[in-house]
């Protein structure tokens, strides 16, 4: 199991910005996608953002062009960088990494714990 440790959720006002970070291991960088999902109270956990190393990065659409996910290599880190942010996406959002490549996309094996990133209007 890898562990994946998140950093930067917090309280802020709608418009504002934050930045999660996600610390991971040499070969997660190496060899898997990564990615965020969030989970809103009271709802489904759902996919918000993925990247390979060196590939392109995808977003569901309720926050493109305001979300930015990207990797520091020397840092095995990954961020996403969260800008205008809206009530709606308050949630808990977590890491996840190595897509398991069956059918369903952005089916990860390994999860963070977790972060809580409150917007208020």
């Known amino acids: 199991q890898e562990q994946l440790v998140e950093s930067g959720g917090g309280s802020v006002q709608a418009g504002g910005s934050l930045r999660l970070s996600c610390a991971a291991s040499?070969?997660?960088?190496?060899?898997?996608?990564m990615g965020w999902y969030r989970q809103a109270p009271g709802k489904e956990r759902e996919w918000v953002s993925s990247?390979?190393?060196?590939?392109?990065?995808t977003y569901i659409d309720s926050v493109k062009g305001r979300f930015t996910i990207s990797q520091d290599n020397a840092k095995n880190t990954l961020y996403l960088q969260m800008n205008s942010l809206k009530t709606d996406d308050t949630g808990v959002y977590y890491c996840?990494?190595?897509?398991?490549?069956?059918?369903?996309?952005?089916?990860?094996?390994?999860w963070g714990q977790g972060t809580q990133v409150t917007v208020s209007s």
């Open positions: 990247i390979r190393n060196g590939g392109p990065a």
């Open positions: 996840a990494a190595c897509d398991r490549g069956g059918f369903t996309a952005h089916d990860y094996r390994h």
């Open positions: 040499q070969y997660v960088f190496t060899w898997c996608e």
